[in-house]
């Protein structure tokens, strides 16, 4: 069997609000598949201003994709997706 192009495996958890978010995305902007547009929507995350910063004991179910699960950081995830 050939080496992976992307030999990284991540996994991750969503709502099923969260889900509809992506893939509503996803398909307004035609990407190819799930995988592709989770790595643009990280491309584009890594490349903006305005993230939140975890305080110290924030887990990882305190953060979520849609705006209204945006409280655990330091005030600025006021944006909306």
Known sequence: MAELERPQ??????????L??????????RMPSRSAAVRELLRRGLLSDGFLT???????????????DRT??????????
Request: charged share 30%.
């Open 9 to 18: 495996r991540l996994q991750i958890m969503l709502t099923d609000e969260e």
């Open 20 to 29: 509809a978010a992506l893939e509503n995305w996803r398909f307004e902007k």
């Open 54 to 68: 975890a305080h110290a004991g924030v887990k990882s179910q305190d953060f979520g994709v849609i705006s209204s």
């Open 72 to 81: 655990a950081g330091d005030g600025s995830g006021d944006s909306k997706l």
